[in-house]
């Protein structure tokens, strides 16, 4: 995985940043998730909100580690 990530000349931790992108594609699915049905019938929708994040973040971590790693060479 790649240690560091160089963002507008400051070295930040890779997994912040990939937190954050998994923080705003989370926020994206959010907005669909409220228009479903399903989400009425969860007895504590928080639980699939944070669900959600760690597996987009998760997934993000793998796709880093993988194709990502070789694309992006920063």
């Known amino acids: 995985m790649i ?11 890779s997994a ?6 998994a923080v ?5 699915l959010r ?3 409220l228009r479903l049905p399903l989400h009425r019938l969860l ?3 928080a ?3 944070v669900a959600l994040f760690l597996l987009i ?5 793998l796709l880093a580690d993988g194709p990502l790693s070789r694309w992006a060479m920063f």
Request: aromatic share 20%; hydrophobic share 65%.
């Open 47 to 49: 639980l699939l909100e």
């Open 16 to 21: 912040l940043v990939w937190a954050v992108l």
């Open 24 to 28: 705003l594609l989370t926020f994206l």
């Open 43 to 45: 007895w504590h929708p």
């Open 3 to 13: 240690e560091e990530i160089h963002v507008f000349g400051v070295y930040m931790p």
């Open 31 to 33: 907005g669909l998730l």
């Open 57 to 61: 973040w998760w997934g993000l971590s």
